[in-house]
């Protein structure tokens, strides 16, 4: 009687539910702390990168310090034309141009510019209709002046040569077009980063005297270009 009454006892014992605490022990899988995710906010920001892709765009704070600095280079495309002189025989054109330059500092940068312009004549027969190129090589120095992290505005003086292909413009009395001529003048610009360490993009305006191309008076180039900017 008294075996049978102990073995009731351990049987309505095993039968009973388990407290909490050592229930959730159970259903608790071992290193469950290494499973969690750490949430959103707790992972360390990386402020050096532009580039990590794990990372949205604004756990980084950019600055203009995170942008390459030094050698670059530069792809223009844009229209020219004249004030002048060779405004009375040539129609406007299309302007390729490339530059590269080296930053001295986040303000100051020396450039080397080589560019050409395609022109139609516009002159009254004869000699007849004709196009001619404008080619130009010039140096100078670059000014910036930082408005945000990613937006900057810029000047730059300009001296060097042009020189005009073959002896359309000498035949309608611009007698020194055919020489190499100095030209000096400047740009206007403003340039503006991409999220990206290397590029950026800009629009520029600029205008040169060209003393060989004047006939009467003087000649005066102004144009216009997009460009596509690239720091090494």
Known sequence: MTRSLALSICALALSLPLPSSARAEEQTPPHEHELTPRGPGKEPVDSTRLDVPRLPPE???????????????????????????????????PRFGITLGYELTRWLALVLAIDASLHQTNNRPPPAHTSYELLGGLGGARLSLPIDERFALWAEGLFG??????DVLRA????????????????????????????????LGGARMLPSL???????????????????
């Open 214 to 232: 004047a006939r009467d008076d003087f000649t005066l180039a102004a144009y216009g270009s997009g460009y596509l900017r690239y720091v090494f």
């Open 161 to 166: 040569v042009v020189w005009s292909s073959g």
């Open 59 to 93: 756990a980084a704070t950019v600055t203009r310090e995170l942008y390459d600095q030094g050698l670059f280079l530069e792809a223009q495309l844009g229209g020219s034309t004249f004030i002048g002189d060779a405004r009375k025989v040539s129609h406007a054109g």
């Open 172 to 203: 309608l009395e611009f007698r020194d077009a055919f020489k190499v001529g100095i030209a000096y003048g400047g740009e206007l610009g403003f340039d503006w980063h991409m999220r990206a360490r290397h590029h950026s993009l800009g629009l």
